[in-house]
């Protein structure tokens, strides 16, 4: 017999009695300490209920509130009255009523047997880890905090406040240096004893009784000045959220449990009647042998945290609706918006789908209706390709098509004619990769079949809306990846950026492209800005076309589809 | 926001308040036995009429998932659904025959009910065709969900409204009573809902899913809302502001996070679209007592005639609440 447990207890007493029992029955001494707030009627019973085990004793009862000394006074009593009245313990072991034993008492007992002088309390300097939640870490200790957190937050809060304003600062006793750790340790005798003996002990309580949240440090803290040998961790399986509130284990944490090899795990929901039938039967059936784990549940605890706090990137729902700046990525992966490249080349779409393993959109963005790829009316996630819906929200329509689409790069097209609400948003993207041939959309005019006068009016429409857009497009807010070339410039040259564009793509072989887009017959390009220039519109996004040159070095015969080696 | 847009809320809460107290009158207890209700207790909150056929599974699914009483207004039913009612140990009724349209769509019976019943109880609101879905509910009980949003001092619960439909003509495969409508009215849309922020209560308000793509393509504004606030933590100060939507105090509306994370969230599975859709439709479209004029059921009806299929290709499958978690409809946030 060489483990005792202090058992701190306030609610679900029911199964705070099967884990006593449980611990008893194991053949270790069992000190319970039961919240004062816990009624009078409610707490004899409990006592009634627990009469027939002699191993189990009930200490004196203390006001626990979270983040007050009741809790550490509470283990005082529970301990003090563990080694006087249990001499041939050698360890105590304190648990709360919601922790579970789940491995044999036995293996625990040997376990301790085999370190006899081993300490086992996580105690880590307030300087090197950043655990605190809420800002107050070496304050815990350089302060003081009569008022309660819970009850009191006005006062608590100003009082902070004042004393950091004041600058008025308490000393640590006799150089004592502050230590944390999580506040369910196991202790040797001789450690225990040596600080609940120690003739400085009210000095250290009084300091300790104005310290804030003081059951992570008073013992932490003087274990450091008695113990031989200190491993500081905790022999029970805890995890704590986003705001330093232990996660509870549930039914169906069973089989995780199983293979966490810790000894204890808190906290356990009360309801959760399975895990206490599992874990509280006889050293037989409690364990069944599995290979250990514990990994696993660090992985999922943590990956909890990092849902509450970073959350999917580029989705938005009902309970994720980040404000504009905190989205952690406007959307969920990598798309490219291509401007002018459908107006110059030939069934541009057809030969990036072919070219890349991406999916290819006409104008998501057409006034009349959404260009979805192959003419479909909806897309994934039964995305309409209505232009009402659409307009109606437009950074929702673009978002949710990212996001449904997870896994397959999309790349659509746009131009001065589409809704333009939207250039903002892809603009601030980083996953955006945008191209912009400028000037492109005079192409369609000059091969439309339409008056001049009418050809003119849009191409003054276009080149404006086109102008603004670049401007938006070279704004110090762009967040995308953005290439811009006059339509001259490119038409140099067409292979070179379009290599490019489609490496960042990741295109799918690596080789260099094989066949490319069929370029539209430029013949009298020239003549028709010319002639635009003539009726006093002066076109000048698609740079400079001289009137005799029309394509540098172009064939007589109309283009045709050339390879490159 | 301001001190005088905050008095302003504050005084629009009175007035839902009082005016839940003036249509208390309304409401003629049937069966009441609420007097059952133990401290802690778990309980649900709707107004139905004439869902007879729907209301044993409706009972049972909520029962098993652990509410503790129903308590039921029941807006002067013909089938038999108030008899039917009067049965179960667990449910208290009330009858009314008053307009669900004056009642702000039953609002106000609940508001009032809830002020007297619900104080300190978490407290769920769900019409007799919706089906909660929130996180782990496979393994564990709604009782395990509020007493984690009670240790995380959460007081608001936020469950979409997520529509389903049947593969197929709506009227083609017949509900029997007892059955889950689930089976039936199996798919959904994924993705295609629009987000927007209500500045004045603060909460989300979100539209889209096949409602919104089928008959509210060309006036999208008016599709109906899909946020709701089903379950919470009640207090007899709070009110609901247009059904589930909303509540005041505002601060209950804020069950999204705005710094990139995930809150934990469900889902209302709305299985309103089974073959009694189309009558009930029609019913609702002559009695006028219906949300703006009933203006929902006048673009179903203009549907309707055609017996539509809400199915496409994109639909997806029900599955369970991860496949749902997955298509970042709900969110299990921290609760692991």
């Known amino acids: 017999m060489s483990v005792g447990i202090v058992m701190l207890v306030h609610t679900a007493l029911g199964r705070a009695e099967q884990v006593a029992r449980h611990w008893a029955a194991g053949g270790c001494p069992v000190v319970i300490h039961v919240d004062r707030s816990v009624p009078k009627k409610t707490y004899t019973a409990f006592v009634e209920a627990l009469s027939d085990l002699k191993q189990v004793r009930f200490c004196k009862r203390h006001r626990c509130e979270w983040g007050t000394w009741g809790i550490v006074a509470a283990s005082q009593a529970g301990a003090e009255m563990m080694l006087s009245e249990f001499q041939e313990v050698r360890h105590v072991y304190l648990a709360s009523g919601s922790c579970l034993p789940l491995r044999p008492v036995q293996e625990l007992i040997d376990y301790l047997a085999a370190r006899p002088r081993t300490d086992f309390i996580e105690s880590a300097t307030t300087a090197d880890v950043p655990w605190t939640v809420g800002g107050l870490d070496q304050e815990r200790f350089t302060l003081r905090f009569p008022f309660s957190w819970k009850r009191q937050r006005y006062l608590f809060d100003t009082f902070v406040k004042l004393q950091r304003k004041i600058g008025l600062k308490r000393k640590m006793p006799n150089g004592l240096v502050p230590h944390m750790g999580s506040q369910w340790w196991c202790l040797t005798r001789q450690t225990l004893s040596a600080i609940l003996q120690d003739p400085e002990r009210p000095t250290y309580d009084t300091f300790f009784k104005r310290v804030w949240i003081p059951d992570e440090s008073y013992f932490q803290s003087l274990a450091r000045l008695y113990s031989g040998h200190i491993e500081s961790r905790s022999l029970t399986l805890s995890k704590f959220d986003f705001q330093g509130k232990p996660h509870i284990f549930y039914d169906d944490h069973l089989q995780l449990l199983r293979r966490s090899d810790c000894f204890v795990a808190r906290k356990i929901w009360p309801h959760a009647n399975r895990l206490y039938e599992v874990f509280l039967t006889d050293a037989a059936g409690a364990m069944k042998k599995t290979e250990p784990n514990p990994g696993k549940i660090d992985r999922i605890f943590a990956k909890a945290v990092e849902r509450r706090t970073r959350g999917r990137a580029g989705l938005y729902m009902q309970s994720r609706f980040p404000n504009p700046g905190w989205e952690n990525g406007i959307t969920s992966s990598p798309y490219s918006v291509f401007e002018g490249f459908s107006d110059l080349f030939e069934d541009f779409e057809g030969w990036l789908a072919k070219a890349t393993s991406a999916r290819v959109h006409g104008h998501l963005f057409a006034p009349d209706r959404v260009e979805f790829a192959g003419g479909q009316s909806l897309m994934n996630g039964a995305l309409s390709d209505s232009a009402a819906l659409r307009d109606y929200n437009p950074r929702s329509f673009l978002c949710n098509l990212i996001w449904n689409t997870r896994g397959e790069r999309q790349c659509f097209q746009f131009g001065p004619a589409d809704i333009q609400d939207i250039a903002w948003d892809f603009v601030k993207d980083p996953n955006a990769q945008v191209s912009v041939i400028s000037g492109a959309w005079a192409v369609p005019l000059f091969r439309s079949n339409r008056n001049f006068a009418d050809i003119r009016k849009d191409a003054a429409l276009l080149q404006r809306i086109e102008s603004e857009h670049l401007n938006v497009l070279r704004s110090p807010y762009v967040k995308a990846k953005v290439r811009i070339w006059t339509m001259a410039e490119f038409i140099e040259a067409p292979m070179e950026p379009l290599q490019t564009i489609l490496d960042e793509i990741g295109n799918r072989s690596l080789r260099r492209l094989a066949e490319v887009p069929k370029m539209v017959d430029l013949d009298g390009f020239g003549q028709f800005l010319q002639n635009l220039k003539n009726q006093g519109m002066h076109p000048y996004l698609m740079g400079d076309f001289p009137v005799a040159r029309d394509m540098p070095n172009a064939p007589q015969s109309p283009r045709k589809p050339y390879l490159v080696r | ?336």
């Open chain 2, 1 to 336: 926001m301001g001190v005088w847009q905050s008095y302003r809320l504050r005084l629009q809460r009175k007035r839902w308040l009082l005016r839940a107290w003036r249509k208390r009158r309304e409401l003629r207890s049937v069966t009441n036995r609420t007097g059952a209700i133990k401290p802690g207790d778990i309980l649900l909150f709707s107004t139905l009429r004439n869902e007879q056929l729907r209301l044993p599974y409706f009972l049972q699914y909520y029962r098993d998932m652990g509410v503790n009483h129903f308590l039921l207004v029941d807006n002067d039913s013909t089938d038999g659904s108030l008899e039917y009612l009067a049965e179960h140990p667990d449910v208290s009724v009330w009858h009314t025959r008053h307009g669900y349209k004056r009642a702000r769509f039953g609002v106000d019976w609940l508001n009032w009910l809830q002020m007297q019943h619900a104080h300190g109880h978490w407290s769920l609101v769900v019409d007799p065709d919706e089906f909660l879905i929130y996180p782990f509910c496979d393994t564990r009980s709604l009782r395990a969900l509020t007493d984690w949003l009670d240790a995380s001092s959460i007081k608001s619960f936020a469950a979409m409204l997520l529509d389903m439909y049947p593969k197929g003509p709506i009227g083609a495969q017949p509900y029997r009573q007892g059955q889950d409508p689930i089976e039936i009215a199996n798919w959904f849309d994924a993705g295609n809902y629009s987000i927007k922020r209500n500045k004045r209560f603060g909460n989300l308000w979100i539209q889209g899913g096949p409602r919104s793509r089928v008959f509210f393509a060309d006036k999208p504004e008016k599709a109906p809302a899909l946020n709701k606030i089903p379950l919470v933590k009640w207090d007899k100060r709070y009110a609901y502001v247009s059904s589930t939507h909303m509540l005041l105090p505002r601060g209950l509306n804020l069950v999204y996070d705005e710094w990139g994370g995930e809150k934990a969230s469900g889902v209302l599975l709305h299985a309103k679209f089974l073959n009694t859709f189309s009558e009930k439709a029609q019913e609702e479209l002559t009695r006028k007592q219906h949300y703006a004029a009933s203006v929902e059921y006048k673009a179903y009806a203009e549907s309707l005639q055609d017996d539509p299929d809400l199915w496409c290709k994109w639909s997806e499958r029900y599955i369970n609440w991860r496949q749902l978690e997955i298509l970042g409809l709900m969110s299990k946030g921290n609760w692991a």
